[in-house]
Structure formats: structure tokens, C-alpha cells
């Protein structure tokens, strides 16, 4: 199966580097410092699953060079989004597949407007991965990949795909519901994002706090709020759902945002938190948790510069 990785980041590129382990034909596109390392190094990996080192890697930065393939991994930051989409059309076959792994709850949309309803995905990825240096991912939790038609039809494409991540040793489910899963990533996410970045803590501090913890749980029930205001039946349960799933996460666990924001980059708020709020607004939803989180992080948005 020929993959394509449009955002070679700690999702794109931690995913990729155990297809591409497994045997798949993987090409990461990138830039800058990471697409010359990846070049003239390959990809390493570190996890706590079991570091990897791919000592050479196909890496491309002009889409033209590597031609149609089966799948197309969309991962890119959601403020890169409309940038990476021109990098789409010279990847698409007749029967190519592009799964959006992007945070956030629009990217099914944007990518159905971009490249059409037949080569359109819905997925959702779970891991704390991030580009620890140029060509390195480090990994610190969680590796779980979801994806599926929006319409919960079958596809021949994500049914090789499901073949091919099998064994590249991290948890994958093909959904027939791709919608309700994405928005559960989202009230799991929009959270664990802006909590951990407006506290500047790891999760470990927030879920041992009971007052962060009760303000993460409401937190959790705005978002749920939302989304069934908008019609995507989310469990009722969430809040205790994930209060539970992130006291089991490391304690050093950070959202990318966090990592983002102590690095001075920009940052996904809009699309997080801040769509909590502005869907909330549309759904005539009260979202005060989520309002201060964008409020307070609001300076931050486009990194230091």
C-alpha cells in the first residue's frame, strides 16, 4: 500500500514511521529542518512501546514527486490547513483515499470541499507525540488510529488500510459511526488541550487537584453539551469517562498544544476551545470554561512572534 503523510508532526510521523516499519510504502512530505533530517538521517522514534530508528525514509516536500497513492494521511495543524490543502490534487488517483487526522470537528468538511465526497475520510487519532527535534518523534503515550466514511459506507481502500496497520504494532479500529467518534476525540481533546495549556501543567497535576479536576469535568460537559445540540450522540457519560482514561495516562502527559505554547509556536486554540465556544454560541449552548480558556490563551495564538 502506498501512503502519503501530508504533516510528518508527532501524529503523521509517529504513525508513519511503524507503517513504514511494517513494510508499508510510506512518503512523508515536510519541510524545513525536519524534511533535511529526515533525508539525510531517516526517522527515529522514542517510545516507552520501544524506540525505532528507520535509517532511511522516503521525504518529499513537492507532492509532484511522489504521484497518486492509496491513502493520504491529512495531519497538518489545523492553522496549516489551508496551506496543505494545494498539496492534495497531485496525490489523487482515481481511487485514492484521504483520511483526515487533524484535531477539531471540521476537517471532514474542509477535505470533502477540497478533493470531493469519494476520496473523503473521517479519522481520529489518539497519542502524545511530538517533533522533539528535527527527524525524532517522541512518544509518550496512547497510540490508537480510527478512521471511516463519514456515511458509515464500506470502503475497499480503508479496508487495505485496515490490513496494513495491522501490523505495525498500534491499536486501529475501522468505525462505521466516524462522526461520533471524531466528536468524542473533540470533547476529549478541546479539554485536555485547554487545560493543560492554560494551567501550563502535565495532566498528572490537574487530575490530583479536585478542583481542576471538577473544573476538567465541566469542562468535558460543555462540549457534550454541544454536540448534542448539534445532533452527534456523544455517551452521557464522558466526563467520568475521561476523567477516568486521563488518571491513567502518564502523569508527565501534555497536550501538543502545551508543547506548543512553551515553545513559543502557535497554537490550535481557535479550533479547540475557541470552536467550543463559537458552536456553542450557534447552538445557543452557555460554554463559560471554555470562553475562559480562550479568552486567557488568546494572546498566545500565533506564538511569540
Known amino acids: 500500500m502506498r501512503i502519503a503523510i501530508v504533516g510528518s508532526g508527532g501524529v503523521g510521523g509517529y504513525f508513519g514511521g511503524r507503517l513504514a516499519a511494517a513494510g508499508s510504502d510510506v512518503t512523508f512530505l515536510a519541510r524545513g529542518a525536519h524534511l533535511d533530517a529526515m533525508r539525510s538521517r531517516g526517522l527515529r522514534i522514542d517510545s ?14 513537492d507532492p ?23 498539496l492534495l490534487p497531485p496525490l489523487i488517483g482515481p481511487h485514492t483515499m484521504v483520511v483526515g487526522f ?11 470541499r477540497a478533493v470531493g465526497s469519494p476520496h473523503t475520510a473521517g479519522g481520529v487519532s ?21 478512521f471511516g466514511m463519514p456515511d458509515g459506507s464500506a470502503s475497499p481502500q480503508l479496508d487495505a488500510l485496515l490490513d496494513a496497520c495491522r501490523p505495525a504494532g498500534f491499536q486501529v479500529t475501522l468505525s462505521k459511526d466516524i462522526t461520533v467518534e471524531i466528536w468524542t476525540k473533540f470533547v476529549r481533546l478541546s479539554v485536555f488541550s485547554g487545560m493543560t495549556a492554560v494551567t501550563r501543567s502535565p495532566i498528572g497535576v490537574i487530575v490530583n487537584d479536585p478542583e481542576l479536576l ?20 456523544v455517551s452521557r457519560t464522558i466526563d467520568e469517562d475521561v476523567a477516568a482514561a486521563y488518571k ?18 502557535r497554537i490550535e486554540l481557535p479550533w479547540l476551545s475557541g470552536a467550543v465556544v463559537r ?21 498566545y495564538v500565533n506564538g511569540r512572534d
Do not use: C, W
Open 102 to 112: 487533524q484535531n477539531g470537528v471540521e476537517t471532514v468538511g474542509t477535505l470533502t
Open 279 to 299: 458552536l456553542g454560541r450557534e447552538a445557543g449552548v452557555p460554554t463559560p470554561i471554555h470562553s475562559f480558556i480562550a479568552t486567557v490563551l488568546k494572546p
Open 126 to 146: 489518539y497519542v502524545s507525540a511530538v517533533i522533539a527535534e528535527p527527524g525524532v518523534i517522541r512518544h509518550t503515550a496512547m497510540d490508537h488510529l480510527l
Open 214 to 233: 471538577e473544573m476538567l469535568k465541566a469542562a468535558v460537559r460543555e462540549t457534550l453539551a454541544v454536540a448534542h445540540a448539534r445532533g452527534v450522540a
Open 64 to 86: 509532484a514527486a511522489v504521484g497518486p497513492v492509496d491513502v493520504v494521511f491529512f495531519a497538518v495543524k489545523l492553522y496549516d490547513t489551508e496551506s496543505a490543502l494545494p
Open 48 to 61: 516507552p512501546k520501544g524506540n525505532l530508528h528507520l535509517p532511511t525514509v522516503k521525504a518529499e516536500s
Open 248 to 265: 491513567a495516562l502518564p502523569p508527565q502527559a501534555k497536550a501538543s498544544m502545551l508543547e506548543d505554547l512553551e515553545r513559543g509556536r
